[in-house]
């Protein structure tokens, strides 16, 4: 009988633990190294798009995120006044393609992923690091704690300040500060009706999502410097400031957040892409390939779609070949729409306001199809599924 080959995943966030579980079902030994001491207790949400519930359900847990998450229903966007620029029925999305977006706790989904891989694959406070590529005639070698192991396949899932990156690829500049930074945080949702969707003002916007706990998830993001934090470390403050002039209810949305349990994070993305997602038997994946600002919602669905393409192919020059331009294709859209949110002289403002009323009359899921109407590779029908069953908030 034939050896199992070894794979090794560097990171366990949510694009090394699909790739890992992705492999393990292909029939690969596969051993996850994760540097920080426990899997992303991160207290924000995640939006999961059509094109990554497809992937999702190529590892088999689509229909268990489709089961817990929260279906986008009613939305739209904002002036920071109020106004409705327009309004969107999130539902056409289902009907479109077959799907629709869910969010969900992305811990939960963290948990999902690490819950089917075999016992002992993932370890902890196991910081890995590639100090050979290997190639078709040897075995890439990895740098364990206390120990170095060889690996027929490296899959580096660590993120956006990767280490392998800059080691397969020293002349690449690497990620680019966008020049927004972004808040996270989660609070309990109020008894009485909360617009949904995103409010857009001067260089900055905020967002409103429902989570499957009674609960909302909040983000904003505005134009800063790079490497600031908020005075005392009170990034709460530090919304409150930026936003609480803004309309209502998010102001008090903000203020109810425990200071303890907002996030900031600047936001870089891979301006320039990469000129190959792998050398040797290594494979870049998600952020450590392809970082994007959030503006689109795709950063972690990306990575899934790496990862079931990965495991499915294995040949890591077809890899590269499959998901290079169409994950830059996904940097571009999300640049171009912070472009948007950037404007900031209040004539630029207005006119960008009224391109998006606009906008509302435009073909949307047609505008939307380059994102969302993607297939797994093997997909033998173009046709998206029959839409499922609307799920009750907060079932």
Known sequence: MAARRQAVVIGA???GLSAALALDQQGWDVAVFERAAALEPVGSGLAVAPNALRALDVLGLGDEVRAVAVRQGEGGLRRASGRWLLRTDLARIERAFGDPVVVLPRPVLVGMLADRLPPGALRTSAPARVIDPGSKERPARVRIPA???PADLVVAADGIRSATRAALFPDHPGPRYSGFTAWRTVVTAPNWPVPLGETWGRGALTGVVPLP???L???AAALAPAGQSAPDGDERAELLRRFGSWCAPLPGLFAAASPEAVLRNDVY???DPLPSYHAGRVALLGDAAHAMSPFQGQGACQAVEDAVVLAHTCDLAHYTAARLPRATGMVDR???VAR???VRSRPAVLLRDLGLALAGRLPL?????PMYDWRPPGADTPAPPEPRPPKRRGA
């Open 365 to 369: 899921m047609r505008m939307a199809a």
């Open 269 to 271: 993305e891979m301006v």
């Open 147 to 149: 120990n170095e192991c």
């Open 13 to 15: 966030g949510i694009g």
């Open 217 to 219: 998830y909040l983000y």
């Open 340 to 342: 948007a949110v950037a």
């Open 334 to 336: 999300s640049r171009r």
């Open 213 to 215: 706990d009674g609960r």
